[in-house]
């Protein structure tokens, strides 16, 4: 990139929507939007005890660095951790776990690992050929399910208030559109900066302080601060329904520059009513009677799955 930035005559790393910025105003200018997005939408308080999914991909070493700036920088005595879970992804998940334990290492950050083989007796590899021979199931269906159960109950256990997660505004963008083409305008109700319609009973709110940053820019916030990742990606993506609205949003993106934005400004307009609309649902969550989770039905999702898996 040739430009020089707006703001000084540095060579320029990235054109934003409002001018190019060089290397210090673009790592400014991210740190104050992630700040920012924190504090206006009151995603974390000075009583939150705050659990951090992570993977060891760019958006969550990102994500657990701002949040420990973020709690520093505002002397708030929270207690946080990072919560990993290991799938079992061969050739995928190794990499990035060692990425993120030399990072944690690194920054003095306890990290908390489960993973699947311990909690549902079985790496998602080996599990997911039976699962799918019996419910036709895609990987990542299986994945997001355990991985949503275990983030929640080991941050439960572990004192956790708050649950940060490191989605960006392309996530969002592209899981407001799955709901919309898979008409769940339930599970849009729960989307937004800080995730959950209502107070419901062991459920640790998510909140996402790069709700705002794009995954260009926060793939070169990471990159700018030399953070050691692994770009691969993992084997299954190809396989999601999430990719192809990936690529379809991607490509309009190129053409029609602010598309993602658009799409979640509107969705923020809207995002009470579906919240409202939700907050009259009467049915109550309950307690899953095999893992005790917040379940709609007597047994939870995940444990509904691990019973398929374990079947003769
Ligand atoms: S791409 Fe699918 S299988 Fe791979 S980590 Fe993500 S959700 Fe899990
Ligand atoms: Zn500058
Ligand atoms: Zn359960």
């Not at 934003?16 to 740190?31: D, I, R, V």
């Not at 990072?103 to 950050?109: N, R």
């Not at 080996?126 to 997001?144: L, M, Q, R, S, V």
Request: proline fraction near 4%.
């Amino acid at each position: 990139m040739k430009m020089a930035c707006h703001k000084c005559a540095e060579k320029a790393v990235i054109a934003l929507q409002h001018g190019e910025l060089c290397k210090n105003h673009f790592l400014s200018y991210f740190e104050e939007k992630v700040f920012t997005t924190i504090t206006k939408h009151d995603l974390l308080n000075r009583k939150d005890t705050i659990g951090i999914a992570a993977s060891g991909g760019k958006d969550s070493l990102t994500v657990l660095y701002l949040t420990k700036k973020f709690l520093k920088k505002h002397q708030f005595p929270s207690r946080f951790f990072a919560l990993v879970v290991d799938e079992g992804i061969a050739g995928y998940r190794e990499h990035t776990l060692k990425d993120l334990e030399m990072f944690c290492k690194k920054q003095q950050i306890e990290l908390k690992k489960v993973s699947f083989r311990e909690a549902w007796g079985a790496t998602l590899d080996e599990a997911h050929p039976k699962i799918n021979k019996d419910t036709k199931k895609k990987p990542c269906t299986i994945c997001g399910v355990w991985r949503r159960s275990l983030l929640n109950r080991h941050a439960r256990e572990a004192g956790a208030t708050k649950l940060v997660t490191g989605h960006n505004l392309d996530d969002e963008a592209q899981a407001i559109l799955m709901n919309m083409f898979k008409a769940n305008v339930g599970l849009a109700a729960s989307l937004g900066p800080k995730s959950g319609i209502k107070e419901r009973e062991g459920f640790v709110p998510r909140v996402k302080p790069l709700y705002f940053c794009t995954e260009k820019e926060t793939r070169l916030y990471a990159f700018l601060k030399g953070f050691t990742v692994n770009f691969a990606e993992c084997p299954n993506a190809r396989e999601g329904f999430r990719i192809a609205i990936r690529d379809f949003l991607n490509d309009f993106e190129g053409r029609y520059k602010g598309t993602k934005q658009s799409i979640v400004n509107s969705f923020l307009e809207i995002l009470p009513l579906l919240k409202e609309k939700a907050r009259q649902d009467t049915t109550h969550p309950q307690a899953c009677e095999r893992c005790g989770e917040p379940a709609r039905q007597t047994v939870c999702q995940a444990c509904a799955l691990q019973e398929v898996l374990h079947a003769p």
